[in-house]
């Protein structure tokens, strides 16, 4: 499975953005399709993920936030951003995982600042 990411960019405090992984390649059975950031100095964190059975999870610092979606025609896996936070500045990557294997993206930078 091979993943392009994209929608980074610069915001404004209580802005929105929304990001996009788009996936090719073969994906059979059970999957999850994730979004995780890492901020400088940080580690890298699962931020929010949705199963190939459309359950969703999220980190408690993104709920009531951040949604994360997938389009299964146009095989795209949106993470659209609310009430975006300087904290929430990072670098933003997709993952595949179960598809089989595990496949990540090239990152996207988000940047939340006035």
């Known amino acids: 499975v091979q993943l392009q990411a994209s929608g980074g960019g610069l915001v404004q405090p209580g802005g929105s953005l929304r990001l996009s992984c788009a996936d090719s390649g073969s994906i059979s059975g059970f999957y999850i399709m994730g979004w995780y950031r890492q901020a400088p100095g940080k580690q890298r964190e699962l931020v929010a993920h949705i199963t190939s059975d459309a359950t969703t999870h999220y980190v408690d610092s993104v709920k009531g936030r951040f949604t994360i979606s997938r389009d299964n025609v146009k095989r795209v896996t949106y993470l659209q951003m609310n009430s975006l936070k300087s904290e929430d500045t990072a670098v933003y990557y997709c993952?595949?995982?179960?598809?089989?294997?595990?496949?990540w993206g090239q990152g996207t930078l988000v940047t939340v600042s006035s």
């Open positions: 993952r595949c995982w179960g598809a089989p294997g595990d496949s």
